[in-house]
């Protein structure tokens, strides 16, 4: 009776959530607080944002649809202890926050690299959020989020791209005004090939401006190259 009654069943069934992906790879952490660590990407489709300097412009659409469960076996899979969920801008697509905890309750350490343009607030306390703000040389600033809607944590890293000295002053000012260096880790990267490494050192050294500077590893090492 009971299988008769299960085959006759007229309750839907439940579809698995999923994410449009745009690419899964293993390669080196090149940001960041895991900078350097082997880490497993997972890039998301998608991003309302268009960043002049932006690097990922084929993540902006396409991409193939994988449930949560598929994802989160490929990153056990690659052996790596470090995740990072990436874009585009992974946080517009809704399903992200599922795959986070998921992702954190298999074990594994997460980041999340997001901008400032979209509220990370609900975003699972367990996942290091690296939150992009747009300088204004990025053509995005408008859209930044005031940070105190974020609700900060001091496991989050706020990374600025430094574009041209314009740059440099605006994000200045915004890290004293609001003291951002006692509230999390704050990172500074030279835009890749736009503003010399050792330029943006020497403005933070002779300011003594208590952020940290950062390159990108992974454009070091390898460039421009995709999946990397």
Known sequence: MQGQAAATSSAPIAVAARLKVTETFYSLQGEADAVGWPTFFIRLTGCPLR????????????GEWRSLEVIVEEALASGARHVCVTGGEPLAQKGCLALLVRLCDAGLQVSL????????????????????????????????LDLDTQGLRSSDLLKFVICDRGDYEWSRELVRSQRLDTRCQVLLSPSYLQLPAAQLADWILADRLPVRFQVQLH?????DAPGR
């Open 51 to 62: 960043c002049q300097y932006c690097d990922t412009a084929y993540a902006f659409e396409g």
């Open 113 to 144: 690299e997001t901008s400032g343009a979209i509220d990370a607030s609900a975003v699972d306390p367990r996942v290091v959020r690296v939150i992009d703000i747009k300088t204004p040389g990025s053509g995005e600033s408008q859209r930044n």
């Open 219 to 223: 454009k070091v090492l390898w460039g």
